[in-house]
């Protein structure tokens, strides 16, 4: 794990040291930079080609913002990039161009600051965020998983249950404003607490159209049991199928964190319909980031749709130390979350990735005429064969199910 | 598409400029060995963690091979690379470690060449690579898809349809003595003439056991529709299903090809135990380069299994110039099949590629039990909710499945 070997910032935000650490460099801030910084210009093009999915006639343009969104992101330190991604040209069809945002944050409190505090102050630090999406236009906007909260479920503490809210509660409310202000769907993963069915928790993605209104919301699929990953500890599998909503932008699904793990999570939302698929995400370092842009890019790639991958930043330090399963010593923090939110499209390419330690909104332009332009390019779902998969999905659920297996017949003779 | 600006060589094989074209480099090896060769250590160390899967704690190790495999590679100027995997030292099980080979390569004669001239070539060509497997202790080989011919179906040319064989037909018997003498079992890919069921045609990979038998084959499931990928002018879906080969050496199965681009083909060689699934495979540039370590990897890691890809190289240039569906010119080649064949393994950790340009060996040493210890590390199989998607799939096959989609009630209003 990437611990909180860090220097501790004014709000108690750790941020990783600079520079070199166990022989390695840990302090770069994406794989995108640490490239471009260190290799020739045509030597990164191509790089770019294979890693980032750039084909030679293909380039990632990036987008002037307002002037007015640049002056939020330098006044509260945030980081703010914009892409576009392209797409052919139709004949019959005039392009369907949404601009869609990510963004990704560490907690803006301490997680010893009384509750009430925290929530105030991570309504104030995303505010103006939204504000600089809201002022470059952005469509669609999806926050972080648990964005209300630190993601204090490796502590098994039933305390932190308390940041739950209903699906109209504070959380949403605050949103609700900025929706109708800019006219943009926003999605807000939050812990959710179910009120109608005995204050059951859930973890939940409200989908808030561009009027403000509540559109519908999600609930969390694939619950992790691994590692610092506990969240079985508070809530359960979601029961409310593989949804897409359909809005003023585009049709939208969200796969939230652990999900992406199942590539059959992805898929239920392709059948469905979707064209963008969110992954509001909370992972860190060892754990997860070499797998990071692998799945998020194979999901794109296979189901013919755009994913905007978030994962929140920062090391969370809590009140009480606690142990991990894993045999080593307590310790009060969950390591590094990385950051490096990003895009994936369905012709593979993907946008650079956000800061592995800063605050950030990530944009990009898309044209969701690609999507049905991929599906008829590749016939991934003419030649998906589904049949032959519903019938071994019912036959793998049946305890006596048996696995076909041809076995050599000589398995067990000895070589000559 | 990387068309054939090359230079043509002795054998009508094309091989790639060195160096600059259409102002990026094409000319480089491989993805690892341009880094490693333009990165500071330190930088290429860290690269590696993200790209590779390499985590700190688990590096990649490279494994000596015997001289006799090194004099061979020298003398048949085939590239020849070997690497270990890591996996835990568990209390109960003894480690279970396979060493796997697979074998990448152009064909040996151009492809106006006497169809006999090319089959002998192609075995005088292979003859001297298994060798040196089978010299290096390699327990498993896998070779390239319809690896006895040219990639020709993009002529839609029914004379190359002679290149097929039964399964017990002259490239089986060649193999089985290698097979046999090594001690190895050896996966051959070729294109099958199923003489019992009226002289039907396949894509097909023949198992071939340690002890030279044939213990079974499996037909290619999925098959493209794109491009220059003609090939349902060839052959229908395999008629298989997803076996899964007990072998002496452990648990095999092979998605052939443009299966790759499909997750539940993946899922079902998992469901059904396998352990290493190998991905023999033809495909060429532009049109997939940047998706070939993705799709690959992200099946290791979702299936908790090894996974072996392998791509042919070089540019085919066939006598009868085709056209391909896309309003160019006709044009007498493929595209460039650009190699790069690798492992990759279920902790997402994957061994650097082969050239995009030569021939190759490509050796790894793997413990099975990496395999069971990623899935009780993940869970996956565990946390996957297979009745949902059994019930979607079941669903979806109706023609009249409604698509769960939940409309903002105020789509159509204007904005305020």
Chains 1, 2 share one sequence.
Not at 183 to 204: A, K, Q
Not at 264 to 271: E, M, S, T, V
Not at 273 to 288: D, Y
């Amino acid at each position: 794990m990437e611990k909180s070997e860090g220097i501790e910032g004014e709000n108690g935000i750790t941020e990783e040291k600079q520079g070199f650490k166990d022989g390695s460099i840990c302090g770069y801030d994406s794989l995108h930079r640490l490239l471009s910084a260190n290799l020739k210009p045509q030597i990164f093009q191509e790089v770019s080609r294979l890693i980032l999915g750039l084909n030679c006639g293909r380039a990632l343009e990036t987008i002037v913002l307002p002037e007015s969104a640049k002056a939020l992101s330098s006044k509260h330190d945030f980081e703010l990039q914009a892409f576009s991604f392209s797409a052919d040209k139709e004949l019959l069809r005039e392009p369907r161009l949404v601009r869609v945002g990510l963004i990704q944050n560490s907690i803006a409190l301490p997680t010893t600051a009384p509750f009430l505090d925290q929530k105030k102050a991570i309504f104030e630090k995303l505010g103006p965020i939204i504000d600089a999406a809201g002022a470059s236009g952005v469509n669609i906007l999806c926050l972080q998983e648990a964005w209300l909260m630190p993601f204090a479920f490796c502590t098994r503490e039933k305390r932190w249950c308390e940041f739950a809210e209903p699906v109209n509660g504070e959380s949403t409310q605050f949103l609700q404003e900025f929706a109708h202000k800019y006219n943009m769907v926003i999605i807000s993963p939050i812990l959710e607490r179910d009120v109608n069915h005995g204050e059951t928790l859930w973890n939940t993605a409200i989908i808030i159209g561009n009027h403000g209104n509540v559109v519908g919301k999600h609930r969390k699929n694939h619950i992790p049991r691994v590692g610092d990953f506990n969240e079985s500890t508070y809530y359960m599998e979601g029961n409310t199928g593989h949804p897409v909503f359909e809005t003023a932008f585009g049709k939208i699904a969200v796969n939230i964190c652990y999900g992406r793990h199942h590539p059959l999570n992805w898929l239920a939302f392709g059948l469905n319909g979707a064209e963008i698929v969110f992954n509001p995400s909370a992972t860190v370092g060892e754990l997860s980031e070499p797998m990071w842009p692998i799945e998020a890019r194979n999901a794109a790639i296979a189901n013919s749709y755009f994913v905007g991958s978030i994962n929140r930043v920062g090391t969370e330090i809590f009140p009480n130390p606690f142990t991990s399963g894993d045999g080593k010593p307590q310790h009060p923090d969950f390591g590094h979350f990385y950051g490096s939110s990003h895009f994936s499209a369905p012709d593979a390419a993907c946008t650079p990735s956000l800061s592995r330690f800063k605050d950030g909104l990530l944009i990009s332009d898309m044209d969701l005429n690609l999507c049905r332009q991929l599906k008829d390019k590749w016939g991934f779902r003419m030649t998906a064969r589904y049949e032959l998969y519903a019938d071994m999905l019912a036959r793998y659920l049946k305890p006596d199910f048996e696995p076909q297996v041809i076995s050599d017949p000589l398995l067990h003779k000895k070589s000559s």
